[in-house]
């Protein structure tokens, strides 16, 4: 939205609209990048003392098998709401009126945050996975499935016809699949980033223990994590951009 002869007057305008800024002491900042985030032992060379730091590092075999096991468990549910959400804002199912309730529910559970969804079911559910699953299929789908409506509205069907059923399963699902699966790639990554913020609800993921971490001032154990997670989401990106189907471009930028 704005021109990019601008971006410099705006972003000088944007330090001066959101100060005063706070002081900050150098020698702390240094301190905490030079120190704080790394293990006495590695800075200090001594090697087994950084094996022995390793292993008092809390449950971070469960911690990360249950952010890959949420992210799978976001992945395949988002598959499954998209799959089921898409023809309700699509032009080739129900009326006018069906479609606009369809499609301010899909605004809604997309605009959402993921934060947010998953703490309202975490008040009506309890504390477990099933809310962070909920949250994390319900607006991944939601996006996906507004996307593949935009897209299935575009297709033209060659047996007019068709009840609505066999439009569906015949016309429009095999047309518009490939671009679901691509689109569902793309966000597998994200929704993995994701379940590290659901960890601030308590959800046993890496998050969880990363914000353990900076709440006793445990810097280095907290950075530490941040770098297994940040392994882990490059791992899954890698793996979905070679599953992801080439014929499928992905155009939008509302997925970012």
């Known amino acids: 939205w704005g021109h990019r002869r601008l971006i410099p007057l705006l972003l000088i305008a944007g330090v001066w609209l959101l100060g005063p800024w706070p002081s900050i002491d150098g020698g702390l900042l240094w301190r905490f990048v030079s120190e704080d985030i790394w ?10 003392g950084l094996v022995e730091w390793l292993t008092r590092i809390p449950s971070l075999g469960p911690a990360i098998g249950n952010t ?17 959400l898409w023809p309700l804002a699509s032009r080739h199912f129900g009326n006018r009126t069906s479609r606009l309730a369809g499609h301010g529910i899909l605004i809604f559970l997309r605009s959402t945050p993921e934060l947010m969804l998953a703490f309202a079911f975490l008040l009506l559910l309890g504390p477990s ?15 996906i499935a507004l996307l593949v409506a935009r897209h299935a509205d575009t297709i033209i069907p060659g047996a007019p016809g068709l009840p609505a059923s066999g439009r569906l399963a015949y016309e ?22 994701e379940t590290a913020i659901l960890g601030m609800l308590g959800i046993a993921t890496l998050g969880f223990y990363i914000e353990e971490g900076f709440d006793y001032l445990m810097f280095d154990v907290a950075f530490f994590l941040l770098m297994v997670t940040a392994m882990l989401n490059i791992g899954v990106d ?19």
């Open 172 to 193: 429009l699902l095999p047309r518009v699949y490939p671009g679901l699966l691509a689109l569902l790639y793309y966000r597998a990554e994200v929704i993995l980033r």
């Open 238 to 256: 890698a793996l979905s951009r070679r599953l992801r189907p080439r014929e499928a471009p992905l155009e939008d930028t509302s997925l970012h």
């Open 129 to 143: 996975l099933l809310p962070a699953w909920l949250a994390l299929a319900l607006h991944n789908g939601a996006l």
């Open 39 to 48: 293990p006495r032992a590695l800075l200090a060379g001594d090697w087994a």
């Open 68 to 84: 890959l096991l949420l992210g799978l468990l976001g992945t395949v549910g988002a598959l499954l709401a998209a799959l089921l």
